[in-house]
């Protein structure tokens, strides 16, 4: 059954909701659609009341460490820890109350998958602990997997060869569509179809989400094995598309 999932995306140390595809290196800064006045903690405790499990803390880039803690000591165990996360510091996130680390840009090297690295990393933590981020773009009908923020269309691509030979390394997948993130125009159901169907593990897919209804079209194409998570649509984060109550209800009905 398709699940809604919360999110906490970090910029400069603060909640925000950005635009996927406006992260850069250099250059003006993201496109923002909502910076909350609460800090992370905030979101992580009503996540925790709620009984809203599996949701993500994502660090987008450099300054955000002191508002994943704050998070994770918020509800320890209950969150889902990314961002900048390798073989170095995954145990520490761990050991900061994460409930798994969400690795991506780390699994490449020069731009091409390294399953020595995926199979390192998961026997150091264990696979139960790991979720691969396989976020990605699409370009001439096939979606690519994207690292460095979205920056970098790597060409490893979102298929069943690849969703295979990494399901021996981890948990779960977590797959942005990063060219509708933000958006809120609606998601990328071809690929919600995809993973769906090929994914031999639980996915979570983001991206475009703007209505309740979502979750039910996520369910139907994915025969239920893919969760959605919401962000900019969200009242929470300042929208109007989808009310925060009513994602729990949902979820309250799928899970009792």
């Known amino acids: 059954m398709t699940c809604f999932r919360p999110c906490i995306d970090l910029h400069d140390g603060r909640v925000k909701q950005i635009v996927g595809g406006s992260l850069r290196d250099t250059g003006p800064g993201p496109e923002t659609n909502f910076i909350a006045e609460q800090g992370s903690a905030y979101f992580a405790e009503l996540y925790r009341r709620d009984g809203l499990s599996g949701g993500h803390v994502i660090r987008l880039g450099t300054g955000n460490d002191q508002a994943a803690r704050e998070a994770l000591a918020a509800w320890p165990g209950g969150l889902q820890l990314g961002g900048g996360i390798n073989a170095e510091n995954a145990e520490d996130w761990l050991a900061a109350g994460a409930e798994k680390v969400i690795v991506t840009s780390w699994l490449f090297e020069g731009g091409e998958l390294s399953l020595s690295r995926a199979k390192a990393l998961s026997r150091r933590i264990g696979s139960d602990r790991l979720v691969i981020d396989l976020s990605c773009r699409r370009e001439d009908g096939e979606w690519w997997v994207a690292t460095d923020r979205w920056q970098t269309v790597t060409r490893t691509r979102v298929d069943r060869e690849t969703l295979h030979q990494l ?9 942005h569509a990063a060219d ?8 990328d159901e071809a690929l919600v179809e995809r993973i769906g169907s090929e994914s031999p593990l639980p996915c979570t897919y983001a991206g ?25 649509a969200l009242d929470l984060f300042g929208g109007d598309g989808v009310r925060y109550e009513d994602c729990v209800a949902w979820n309250t009905s799928r899970l009792g």
């Open 208 to 232: 475009g989400g703007r209505e309740l209804a979502d979750l039910g079209r996520v369910e139907a194409l994915s025969g239920g094995r893919v969760d959605l998570t919401f962000g900019s």
């Open 167 to 175: 399901s021996d390394f981890c948990a779960e997948f977590l797959i």
């Open 180 to 187: 509708v993130e933000g958006r809120q125009e609606g998601i």
